[in-house]
């Protein structure tokens, strides 16, 4: 049952990320349209967009405290909340800041609905023929240029943008020298 709910899922986590992230900046943005007594309301809901996509991990993630597994129940637990949220909030639902919670809401089902939150698994290489040359050596080109990013993500970690600009010089040089 658990492969069923994800056979139509096209977005990527990372992609679902990035979309929470642009969702909670309109809810930031909106705070300048919304009446006074709507912006709070504004204000939480894009902190919790900004804050759940921070903590769950995966290529746009800042920390894993949230699985995916977990993470999929927060976003159908938002969604909810996000659509009652003038009601049970006292703001009512003739403020301007209604559109921008429903707006979200909606988003956010749609997001939740489409989104593998797990990682594909590899498939397993065909036992009944032998790997070819070429493509081992694809794969060996594959994988320098795998090290070479890495090397490059940990040099802009530990070193800021003057030596990931001497790495990418270093690494283009010796592509050139091929």
Same mark, same amino acid.
């Not at 979309?19 to 007594?37: K, T």
């Given at each position: 049952?658990?492969?069923?709910?994800?056979?139509? =899922?096209?977005? &990527?986590?990372?992609?679902?990320?990035?979309?929470? +992230?642009?969702?909670?900046?309109?809810?930031?943005?909106?705070?300048?349209?919304?009446?006074?007594?709507?912006?709070?309301?504004?204000?939480?809901?894009?902190?919790?967009?900004?804050?759940?996509?921070?903590?769950?991990?995966?290529?746009?993630?800042?920390?894993?405290?949230?699985?995916?597994?977990?993470?999929?129940?927060?976003? +159908?637990?938002?969604?909810?909340?996000?659509?009652?949220?003038?009601?049970?909030?006292?703001?009512?639902?003739?403020?301007?800041?209604?559109? @921008?919670?429903?707006?979200?809401?909606?988003?956010?089902?749609?997001?939740?609905?489409?989104?593998? +939150?797990?990682?594909?698994?590899?498939? &397993?290489?065909?036992?009944?023929?032998? &790997?070819?040359?070429?493509?081992?050596?694809?794969?060996?080109?594959? =994988?320098?240029?795998?090290?070479?990013?890495?090397?490059?993500?940990?040099? @802009?970690?530990? /070193?800021?943008?003057?030596?990931?600009? @001497?790495?990418?010089?270093?690494? /283009?040089?010796?592509?050139?020298?091929?």
């Amino acid at each position: 049952m658990a492969d069923r709910r994800n056979e139509g =899922a096209s977005v &990527p986590f990372w992609v679902h990320q990035a979309i929470e +992230y642009l969702l909670g900046v309109f809810a930031f943005m909106s705070l300048a349209r919304v009446e006074p007594r709507a912006a709070t309301l504004c204000a939480g809901a894009g902190a919790a967009l900004l804050l759940l996509p921070a903590l769950s991990g995966g290529r746009l993630g800042v920390t894993q405290l949230v699985g995916p597994r977990l993470h999929r129940v927060v976003d +159908y637990v938002a969604v909810p909340v996000l659509a009652t949220s003038p009601w049970w909030s006292g703001v009512g639902w003739g403020a301007g800041g209604v559109w @921008v919670v429903e707006a979200l809401a909606i988003a956010l089902l749609w997001l939740a609905r489409s989104t593998a +939150y797990r990682r594909a698994a590899p498939e &397993p290489p065909d036992a009944t023929s032998p &790997p070819s040359s070429s493509s081992t050596a694809a794969s060996d080109a594959l =994988a320098g240029t795998a090290r070479a990013a890495g090397r490059l993500a940990g040099t @802009v970690g530990r /070193k800021g943008p003057r030596a990931a600009g @001497v790495a990418v010089g270093r690494i /283009k040089r010796r592509r050139s020298d091929r």
